[in-house]
């Protein structure tokens, strides 16, 4: 995990790679859970035995939004910041699902720190654009260019 102490390191860091999480597995008992808390029952993601039958992937896949949800878990194993008192999500400017993400499958993220901008005294916005891998592939399955707000004590 790479540590970064305070503003003036992190603005020094655009443009670099902040590092990769480990893997996450993403089962079908996730992928269920996500349906549940989305609303999301569509058969792709559900119906295993449909999905066999039916898809190119021979199984059920990951919702697109199930893989965004995890931004948040690979950022926490990829790097902390020092000295932050709040951080918050702002939003994103561009996602991208680019591959599916079938039930079994791990996956990682990477991150690099785009940007880093002054938002008022002691408050930063910071760019990071996420490339999510799946193991075993080498098309990513989601690249996102994600914003947050980060202040620091």
Request: aromatic share 6%; net charge negative; glycine share 10%.
């Amino acid at each position: 995990m790479r540590v970064i102490s305070g503003a003036e390191e992190l603005k020094s860091a655009v443009g670099s790679e902040l590092g990769v999480s480990d893997w996450i597995l993403v089962d079908q008992d996730r992928i269920n859970k996500f349906a549940e808390a989305t609303g999301d029952f569509q058969w792709i993601h559900l119906d295993v035995e449909r999905a066999a039958r039916e898809t190119p992937w021979k199984s059920t896949i990951a919702h697109g939004y199930l893989t965004l949800s995890l931004v948040p878990m690979i950022m926490a194993g990829i790097w902390k910041i020092e000295g932050v008192a709040s951080s918050i999500n702002y939003g994103s400017n561009k996602v991208r699902f680019t591959a599916p993400v079938p039930a079994g499958s791990r996956v990682r993220g990477r991150g690099v720190l785009k940007a880093v901008d002054e938002q008022g005294p002691g408050s930063l916005r910071l760019t990071v654009e996420i490339t999510v891998e799946r193991e075993g592939q080498e098309r990513p399955v989601c690249v996102a260019e994600t914003l947050s707000i980060v202040n620091f004590a």
